[in-house]
């Protein structure tokens, strides 16, 4: 990724460039150039959170990760063949298990509502990972849908109507360019990407496909990184989806377009999975997170310990708003159609957490400092207001032994207020030399959410604005972005 040093004006910084694409005249032409110059749309960088969710016939064998196909029958990895040659008959198949893949306790509404009450504002769903499995009656993969074999249900179809009917959610798609295994595609790769028989006979009819049929508002695209992005024709189809889909003013993508192309084209970046740089950055970008830590989708043998902890959730959705990203967090339900209870509990969690809190993560734009100046364990959110900028310090870890908190970027006014979200307890305040001591009310008055962090809202500052250098991206990251295997 090629991030050089910018300048730009911070009271209330913005660091990109998002906006509601109001004038329906505008085209787009077929070329970056062109593509990387539309703005997106409002509702996207406001809604800050939402939820990823890997379901396919890898669900349905619950080991390894949603790579499993691939680990058994493509890298042939010694522990995971041991697994299968162990447990399954020896003519056993990867197409055997979609059979058995029948989401009998699938219940869309009984997702929608979950989701809802974790805070997210939109939803993402895997309709076809590397494996080509299809959630819906795909008229591009015969034999190989959600119709024809398993759950005979359209899966999109169901969740993308529960999620419209009963929230206020976006909703979104996920769909991997390549499949493993599919001949056409290694045709195409044996011939140096020359011949575009599965582009044209699979990836890109499945695009149009899901967009005239769902009207997702995201196409979260994947499996790009092997073939540049002419030979999967991106542009020609980002220019049709801009230009003259029926979702042209409401639609945004990411960054996984073709080899080379995360962290540099596209609509918003992820740039890689986990992506949490920890500094503001020029572009609008994205941390998609998983809650299992080992895998993206289900599996049987998940412990608690791989489960990502509530304190380290709250923490990273801090860190990814302060920094002007969107929070992408990931479940796997099983092949039954089961959100397993743990993280059911994590998603109910971070929407009680967020019931509180909310007002410092949704609509908000980075201040003029992410990390406090001397507390690492501080992020901060501002948000414009008609008396002025209102400024959020997110603290992610509450001393017990502690009465008093300090917080060093904040430059207090005579007419400066805090208060605690959450409390109806007024907060005071001393100024001393490295900024100011906050007086900490006792944990246990406050609500239990808070113990996985708090925000103090500071009104009336006296912090100016300033031009303000978005910091080299972090090294870790640096790299050309391939996607990580977990």
């Given at each position: 990724m090629r991030l050089q040093s910018a300048i730009v004006s911070v009271g209330l910084v913005t660091a990109f460039?998002?906006?509601?694409?109001?004038?329906?005249?505008?085209?787009?032409?077929?070329?970056?150039?062109s593509l990387d110059t539309r703005p997106l749309p409002n509702w996207f960088d406001e809604s800050k959170l939402g939820i990823f969710i890997h379901w396919g016939v890898y669900s349905e064998i619950g080991y390894n990760s949603e790579w499993v196909w691939w680990y058994w029958k493509g890298w042939r990895e010694p522990i995971v063949m041991r697994y299968f040659a162990e447990n399954f008959p020896p003519d056993m198949t990867y197409a055997d298990f979609a059979a058995t893949f029948r989401a009998a306790f699938f219940d869309p509404v009984?997702?929608?509502?979950?989701?809802?009450?974790?805070?997210?504002?939109?939803?993402?769903l895997t309709a076809k990972h590397h494996e080509g499995y299809t959630l819906w009656p795909s008229n591009h993969s015969f034999n190989w849908n959600s119709m024809d074999v398993g759950p005979h249900r359209d899966l999109v179809g169901d969740l993308a109507a529960a999620i419209r009917s009963r929230t206020d959610l976006h909703f979104g798609l996920y769909h991997s360019l390549f499949e493993w295994f599919h001949p056409l595609y290694l045709q195409d790769k044996a011939a140096g990407?020359?011949?575009q028989d599965f582009v044209r006979?699979?990836?890109?009819p499945e695009l149009y496909e899901i967009v005239n049929s769902y009207k997702p508002e995201v196409i979260w695209s994947d499996g790009d990184w092997e073939a540049p992005f002419t030979y999967w024709n991106s542009t020609e189809f980002l220019a049709w989806l801009y230009n003259d889909s029926p979702?042209?003013?409401?639609v945004l993508v990411n960054d996984r377009w073709g080899n080379g192309m995360a962290c540099n084209h596209g609509g918003y970046y992820t740039c890689q999975d986990k992506y949490n740089p920890g500094v503001l950055q020029p572009k609008k970008w994205e941390n998609c997170m998983t809650l299992d830590d080992q895998?993206?989708?289900y599996r049987r043998n998940i412990r608690e310990i791989d489960v990502l902890p509530m304190a380290d959730l709250i923490g990273m959705l801090a860190a990814t708003v302060s920094c002007g990203g969107n929070f992408l967090l990931n479940i796997g339900p099983s092949g039954d159609g089961t959100i397993p209870a743990i993280f059911q509990e994590r998603l109910r969690q971070l929407g009680q957490w967020m019931d509180i809190n909310g007002e410092a993560i949704y609509k908000t734009v980075p201040w003029s400092?992410?990390?406090?100046?001397?507390?690492?364990?501080?992020?901060?959110?501002?948000?414009?207001?008609?008396s002025g900028v209102d400024v959020y310090a997110l603290v992610l870890k509450w001393d017990t032994n502690a009465t008093t908190i300090i917080l060093g970027a904040p430059k207090v006014s005579a007419n400066t207020q805090i208060t605690l979200l959450g409390s109806a307890t007024a907060v005071k305040y001393r100024t001393i030399t490295n900024g100011i001591e906050v007086v900490l009310p006792p944990l246990q008055s406050l609500p239990p959410p808070?113990?996985?962090?708090?925000?103090?809202?500071?009104?009336q500052l006296r912090n100016r604005p300033h031009a303000k250098r978005i910091l080299p991206l972090p090294e870790r990251f640096r790299k050309k972005s391939r996607i990580q295997h977990y």
């Amino acid at each position: 990724m090629r991030l050089q040093s910018a300048i730009v004006s911070v009271g209330l910084v913005t660091a990109f460039a998002v906006s509601v694409a109001e004038n329906v005249a505008d085209r787009y032409d077929p070329t970056w150039a062109s593509l990387d110059t539309r703005p997106l749309p409002n509702w996207f960088d406001e809604s800050k959170l939402g939820i990823f969710i890997h379901w396919g016939v890898y669900s349905e064998i619950g080991y390894n990760s949603e790579w499993v196909w691939w680990y058994w029958k493509g890298w042939r990895e010694p522990i995971v063949m041991r697994y299968f040659a162990e447990n399954f008959p020896p003519d056993m198949t990867y197409a055997d298990f979609a059979a058995t893949f029948r989401a009998a306790f699938f219940d869309p509404v009984e997702w929608a509502d979950l989701i809802a009450k974790s805070g997210a504002k939109y939803v993402v769903l895997t309709a076809k990972h590397h494996e080509g499995y299809t959630l819906w009656p795909s008229n591009h993969s015969f034999n190989w849908n959600s119709m024809d074999v398993g759950p005979h249900r359209d899966l999109v179809g169901d969740l993308a109507a529960a999620i419209r009917s009963r929230t206020d959610l976006h909703f979104g798609l996920y769909h991997s360019l390549f499949e493993w295994f599919h001949p056409l595609y290694l045709q195409d790769k044996a011939a140096g990407w020359a011949t575009q028989d599965f582009v044209r006979s699979k990836t890109l009819p499945e695009l149009y496909e899901i967009v005239n049929s769902y009207k997702p508002e995201v196409i979260w695209s994947d499996g790009d990184w092997e073939a540049p992005f002419t030979y999967w024709n991106s542009t020609e189809f980002l220019a049709w989806l801009y230009n003259d889909s029926p979702v042209k003013n409401t639609v945004l993508v990411n960054d996984r377009w073709g080899n080379g192309m995360a962290c540099n084209h596209g609509g918003y970046y992820t740039c890689q999975d986990k992506y949490n740089p920890g500094v503001l950055q020029p572009k609008k970008w994205e941390n998609c997170m998983t809650l299992d830590d080992q895998s993206w989708g289900y599996r049987r043998n998940i412990r608690e310990i791989d489960v990502l902890p509530m304190a380290d959730l709250i923490g990273m959705l801090a860190a990814t708003v302060s920094c002007g990203g969107n929070f992408l967090l990931n479940i796997g339900p099983s092949g039954d159609g089961t959100i397993p209870a743990i993280f059911q509990e994590r998603l109910r969690q971070l929407g009680q957490w967020m019931d509180i809190n909310g007002e410092a993560i949704y609509k908000t734009v980075p201040w003029s400092r992410q990390n406090d100046t001397v507390n690492s364990d501080v992020w901060y959110t501002s948000k414009q207001t008609p008396s002025g900028v209102d400024v959020y310090a997110l603290v992610l870890k509450w001393d017990t032994n502690a009465t008093t908190i300090i917080l060093g970027a904040p430059k207090v006014s005579a007419n400066t207020q805090i208060t605690l979200l959450g409390s109806a307890t007024a907060v005071k305040y001393r100024t001393i030399t490295n900024g100011i001591e906050v007086v900490l009310p006792p944990l246990q008055s406050l609500p239990p959410p808070l113990a996985w962090g708090y925000v103090f809202k500071l009104t009336q500052l006296r912090n100016r604005p300033h031009a303000k250098r978005i910091l080299p991206l972090p090294e870790r990251f640096r790299k050309k972005s391939r996607i990580q295997h977990y």
